[in-house]
């Protein structure tokens, strides 16, 4: 699918990915069940007002974040799933994982040591499949790779 997708898209064509290893080498596997996801972007703008600009403000953005918040079903077994999960128990440096997220296009923007913040893991009503509900917040800047043209 790399390099073919142009025009609009459905949001299932978005896909994350989260490190598995368990070894020093990465192993990014999807994370299964995800149905929902909403992006923000923290900028950091800094504004001043010269004299020369007759008081209108100039500005310049000096800082960015991103917090990705998912909303998915816990499903067990599943390795990305299960990798998601298992972060809900750990704070500090255990509660970072290598993150990924792939766009229909084949873009990829890869967080590294982003902080996953478990915020829902299988509660909710008697008769609803167990959510899994996460942030994905950046931990420095993300690495992104265009696609590869085929």
């Known amino acids: 699918m790399a390099g073919t997708t142009t025009g609009v898209y459905p949001c299932y ?5 989260i490190d ?3 070894s020093d080498s ?5 994370i299964k069940d995800c149905e929902s996801f909403s992006v923000s972007f923290d900028n950091g703008v800094e504004e001043w007002t010269p004299f020369d600009t007759e008081g209108w403000t100039r500005r310049l953005m000096t800082a960015k974040s991103v917090t ?3 909303t998915a079903k816990r499903h067990v077994g599943d390795a990305g799933n299960d990798a998601v999960a298992a972060l809900a128990w750990v704070n ?3 509660a ?3 993150f990924q997220w792939t766009f229909p296009d084949g873009t990829t923007v890869k967080f590294e040591d982003a902080v996953v913040n478990v915020t829902n893991i299988g509660a909710g009503d008697s008769t609803a499949v ?5 942030d994905v917040m950046s931990n420095g800047k993300p690495t992104v790779t265009p696609p590869t043209e085929e």
């Open 13 to 17: 064509e978005n896909q994350f990915q």
């Open 20 to 22: 598995t290893a368990t």
């Open 26 to 30: 990465p192993t990014m596997s999807n």
């Open 68 to 70: 990705i918040t998912v």
């Open 92 to 94: 500090g440096r255990a």
């Open 96 to 98: 970072e994982k290598d």
């Open 130 to 134: 167990a959510p899994l509900e996460f």
